[in-house]
T-cell receptor, first 113, second 110 residues
């Protein structure tokens, strides 16, 4: 399968714990995006990378969130000291530059108890 | 003000009907516009880009009105398989963020 893959698909954690999600983009894509989606809402932009450089980060993104793409290939999104409001689907997408076609993974669903 | 606003619906239409969705965007300098489709519990997928002159892909027609800052999607001869959420997406500048609307839910009824 050469699509975008995300791991884990589901994560249940207790409030205050740290969680990390991984995204493996399509190998030829140098842009990688993280979005968050809650029920009844569209995907909300979190951050994006071009190769290993994190070029934009949402103003809404708390300091508890950090993302990396160390070698310009896979990316990780870490949430520290999780809160119940962090419960959502975390979507990763990749693309070639200057195209509007984002290829999404199936997402990582986070539930914070 | 949100970057992109959509009527969330839901739209419930019979098979064969024509249905139209609209979406407005706030940044007049926005460059690129798209419609994505998201099936229940699945990831969004690109349905079509929206070009200034309007464009058609089979039963789907997308139009852009820059003066009024809205885009539209028209679906003709609705099929049961068209049931999904349709997301309006705007790229406000070149190749950076993509802002998604809340999505419009469509159910096509037999």
């Amino acid at each position: 399968d050469t699509g975008v893959s995300q791991d884990p698909r589901h994560k249940i954690t207790k409030r205050g714990q740290n969680v990390t999600f991984r995204c493996d983009p399509i190998s030829e894509h140098n842009r990688l995006y993280w979005y968050r989606q809650t029920l009844g809402q569209g995907p909300e932009f979190l951050t994006y990378f071009q190769n290993e450089a994190q070029l934009e980060k949402s103003r809404l993104l708390s300091d508890r969130f950090s993302a990396e793409r160390p070698k310009g290939s896979f990316s990780t999104l870490e949430i520290q000291r999780t809160e119940q409001g962090d419960s959502a689907m975390y979507l990763c997408a990749s693309s070639f530059p200057f195209t509007g076609e984002l290829f999404f993974g199936e997402g990582s669903r986070l539930t914070v108890l | 003000r949100k970057e992109v606003e959509q009527d969330p619906g839901p739209f419930n239409v019979p098979e064969g009907a024509t249905v139209a969705f609209n979406c407005t965007y706030s940044n007049s300098a926005s460059q690129s516009f798209f419609w994505y489709r998201q099936d229940c519990r699945k990831e969004p997928k690109l349905l079509m880009s929206v070009y200034s002159s309007g464009n058609e892909d089979g039963r789907f027609t997308a139009q852009l009105n820059r003066a009024s800052q809205y885009i539209s999607l028209l679906i003709r001869d609705s099929k049961l398989s068209d049931s999904a959420t349709y997301l309006c997406v705007v790229n406000p500048n070149t190749g950076n963020q993509f802002y998604f609307g809340t999505g419009t839910s469509l159910t096509v009824i037999p």
